[in-house]
């Protein structure tokens, strides 16, 4: 059984910063990737970072490039995502996300989830 548990959420000013975290425990050793993902009220879920374990190689998309950066810690079997400049619009639940694809660049291939985290940017 797998077990993806994240925190740090909360809630901040805008231009401010949140780090989050998520935990993997359970039969983890087959996770080829690691992602993030957020879904706003009303929103479809939306793709945020992903981080491949053996190397550490990462994929964002526009929306966030320059401004969250995801890592991991592979000893601690944690991922990180460091969020800056936050905007009210980053406003949302944040999941923490796993496959044991190679295809870990493709968002859909993502088959173990935490139970998601709030994050929510006050203007």
């Known amino acids: 059984q797998v077990h993806l548990v994240e925190s740090g959420g909360g809630l901040v000013q805008a231009g401010g910063s949140l780090r989050l975290s998520c935990l993997t425990s359970?039969?983890?050793?087959?996770?080829?990737?690691m992602g993030w993902f957020r879904q706003a009220p009303g929103k479809e879920r939306e793709f945020v970072a992903s981080?491949?374990?053996?190397?550490?190689?990462?994929y964002y998309p526009d929306s966030v490039k320059g401004r969250f950066t995801i890592s991991r810690d592979n000893a601690q079997n944690t991922v990180y995502l460091q969020m800056n400049s936050l905007k009210p619009e980053d406003t949302a639940v944040y999941y923490c996300?796993?496959?044991?694809?190679?295809?870990?660049?493709?968002?859909?291939?993502?088959?173990?989830w935490g139970q998601g985290t709030q994050v929510t940017v006050s203007s």
């Open positions: 981080i491949r374990w053996s190397d550490g190689d990462t």
């Open positions: 996300a796993a496959t044991n694809s190679r295809l870990w660049y493709l968002t859909t291939v993502y088959n173990f």
């Open positions: 359970g039969r983890t050793f087959n996770f080829y990737a």
